[in-house]
């Protein structure tokens, strides 16, 4: 039976970055057999214009039924303005809690063509390879209450009258264990070392997760695990990344530890992600936003998006074999000089998006 796929090209660089990866998903089927087909909708802010909704009902019902989705950017100045429960934002975040996508993974490697990329010294990330296991549809994103309402007065000596934002972090042992395995698992098809970051210095909920992640070590003895506060692995992650494998985190440590090591890659154009059900149903998307500035200009870097397709094929459709042929196609631009925009520090031959796609479609043999 054919796969089915869903495309969310979404705004800004989006449109332009997912339609080189589907030039690569056309050349897979044509070449080399992949039963596969798709069909696009639209999220975020191309949404909230067409439909007045960042995500329209029929967007989450093709999502439910593909196989996977493949999703480019949402956001942009133009619906900042807009009140937050409908920004574009609020789509992405939906769709995640509506599929019950819990494990992101957020992979941070240096090319070595790009080395000189990086913000830290060569010989600090020559060779990094790092996987940010970020859990996704729980923690402080998620928890109940969350608001603003009107303030009592505190013994804490604020003021009365006075308004309170407030969050709810919380998780169940039954959330930190799946992705706890998630990480583990992944641990193992690597260098089977996992260091989880929390704050259980200051957090019950951290120290529930620090216990929970403990427990579910034991089932998986070949690896290794250590534990960091979050504010140390801040600063090891620029200190010494390449002493990192795979890190497992909550929800929004992961977001910032994620933002971090993408950019010890310097290449943030560079940089895929999977974010993946129990029933190994994915959304994949570049690691980069929409960059407004640059849309629409032919500009932008598709190979994040092209390597997002990789991590489809291999997580949601078992077709590691085609996820290698896409990934050595992509070294293989790299390699004949190829370079967009954001990584023209890096010398080489410029090229616009759609010759770095079509430059990948040609590297992937026959
Ligand atoms: C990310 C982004 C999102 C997040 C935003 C756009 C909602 O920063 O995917 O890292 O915070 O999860
Ligand atoms: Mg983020």
Not at 12 to 26: F, M, N, Q, T
Not at 155 to 163: A, E
Not at 180 to 193: G, T, Y
Request: proline share 5%; aromatic share 4%.
């Amino acid at each position: 039976m054919s796969a089915r796929l869903l495309l969310l090209p979404g705004d800004g660089i989006g449109p332009e970055v997912v339609a080189e990866a589907e030039r690569v998903l056309a050349a897979l089927r044509d070449r080399f057999g992949l039963e596969v087909e798709w069909s696009e909708g639209l999220i975020g802010g191309a949404a909230i214009d067409a439909e007045g909704d960042p995500l329209p009902a029929s967007t989450l019902e093709a999502a439910r039924v593909a196989d996977a989705t493949l999703l480019g950017a949402v956001g942009g100045p133009k619906w900042e303005a807009i009140e937050r429960s409908i920004r574009p934002e609020r789509g992405l975040l939906r769709i995640r809690s509506e599929l019950g996508l819990y494990a992101n993974l957020r992979p941070a490697m240096l090319f070595k063509e790009l080395a000189g990329a990086s913000s830290l010294r060569p010989e600090l990330v020559a060779g990094l390879d790092i996987l940010i296991v970020r859990e996704l549809t729980g923690g402080i994103y998620f928890g109940q209450p969350r608001g603003i309402r009107q303030g009592e007065p505190h013994p804490d000596g604020r003021p009365g009258g006075q308004r309170v934002g407030f969050n709810t972090l919380v998780y169940s042992e039954f959330e930190i264990e799946r992705i706890a395995r998630s990480a583990f698992e992944a641990a193992r098809k690597r260098d089977k070392r996992v260091c989880s970051v929390d704050k259980a210095n200051v957090l019950e909920c951290s120290e529930l997760w620090r216990e929970v992640v403990t427990r579910v070590a034991a089932d998986y003895p070949d690896c290794e695990l250590s534990h960091m506060y979050v504010d140390n692995a801040a600063m090891q992650l620029v200190r010494a990344p390449k002493q990192f494998d795979v890190i497992v985190t909550g929800n929004l440590f992961g977001d910032v530890l994620s933002d971090i090591a993408a950019m010890l890659t310097g290449s943030i154009g560079m940089l895929p992600s999977a974010s993946v059900n129990e029933k190994a149903q994915g959304l994949y998307e570049p690691v980069h936003g929409s960059a407004p500035d640059i849309a629409g200009q032919d500009k932008a870097n598709p190979l994040a998006a092209i390597l997002s397709l990789a991590m489809l094929l291999r997580h949601s459709l078992d077709r590691g074999d085609l996820a290698d042929r896409v990934e050595a196609a992509v070294a293989g631009v790299l390699a004949d000089g190829l370079r967009t925009g954001d990584l023209a520090g890096e010398g080489g031959t410029p090229v616009g998006t759609r010759a770095m796609g079509e430059a990948v479609v040609a590297r992937l043999g026959n």
